[in-house]
């Protein structure tokens, strides 16, 4: 039974009776839980992009994780769940167990990110293969133990240690193929699609694969939670500058109360003295 072609340029689409589809065949039994970091990455960016298309008022489009789609009528089952994507809708889409490309309205993703996790092979074999032929417009495939480097991945051949690369980004050419255009380093890749930069950030919890307004990645585009916090935190200033204010307001008012008597106090001596000079005159 073939399941995968030595030819990096083979495409099952030209050789469908060689091709066994089968093994492309994906379920929701086989759709696998994600790891703790594999989670806390998908969450991260999928809040970060939600509140982009917020904030670049792109509401027509829904920015989603793990949702089946498929792309072959004859092989229902031949479908990919991206981790993380973004796609315009069709309508009824929240009351849809999957999306299907060839029913009309069905799109494919216009952005599609892939969080390499422990099973880290298929995130790699074929993997563009079947969003090229999905039809998605933009592939990233982020891998948080390449791009911390260090220690070591344990058990990989070097043609294996070779493969595996922080940072992946597939585009559509000029012909209508999805190539392949970043397959090495860190640094921050420019998304079309998003209209935003792909950056990698540091993080306690080891690298994570961010969305930013600018390449050096400074104004990373913040999660719901992290506009959250921020918003309170701005509150909190505004909170504690009012009160500083009120404060300041209230020494200056017992500041001049204060002038206020010590003026009358004076007052009230010059009266007593002139009071006391003019008796010792008629005195």
């Not at 099952?12 to 703790?36: A, K, V």
Request: glycine residues 6%; aromatic residues 8%; proline residues 7%.
């Amino acid at each position: 039974m073939t399941t995968s072609h030595p030819d990096p340029a083979y495409r099952p689409q030209d050789h469908e009776e060689e091709f066994d589809w089968s093994s492309w065949y994906l379920t929701y039994e086989e759709d696998m839980g994600q790891s703790p970091e594999q989670l806390e990455c998908i969450l991260i960016l999928l809040s970060a992009i939600q509140q982009w298309l917020i904030e670049t008022e792109r509401g027509h489009l829904y920015a989603g994780a793990d949702v089946f789609f498929g792309w072959r009528p004859d092989h229902e089952l031949v479908q990919i769940s991206p981790d993380v994507f973004v796609f315009e809708p069709p309508a009824g889409f929240m009351d849809q167990g999957s999306i299907q490309v060839w029913k009309p309205g069905h799109n494919p993703p216009l952005v599609a990110v892939e969080i390499v996790s422990k099973d880290w092979k298929k995130d790699y074999i074929d993997l563009d293969r079947k969003y090229d032929q999905l039809g998605a417009q933009e592939l990233i495939v982020f891998d948080p133990h390449a791009a911390r480097g260090t220690p070591p991945l344990p058990g990989l051949s070097a043609p294996e240690r070779g493969m595996r690369q922080p940072l992946q980004v597939w585009v559509r050419d000029a012909q209508g193929s999805l190539v392949r255009t970043r397959a090495t380093g860190q640094r921050p890749v420019y998304s079309e699609a998003l209209g935003a930069w792909w950056v990698i950030t540091t993080t306690r919890h080891g690298p994570r694969l961010r969305v930013a307004r600018d390449e050096q990645g400074r104004d990373l585009i913040a999660t719901a939670e992290e506009a959250r916090r921020s918003a309170e935190e701005a509150r909190e200033f505004a909170e504690e500058a009012r009160e500083a204010a009120e404060e300041a307001l209230a020494q200056e008012e017992r500041a001049r109360r204060a002038a206020e008597r010590a003026h009358e106090e004076a007052l009230a001596e010059i009266a007593r003295l002139r009071a006391a000079l003019g008796e010792e005159g008629g005195t």
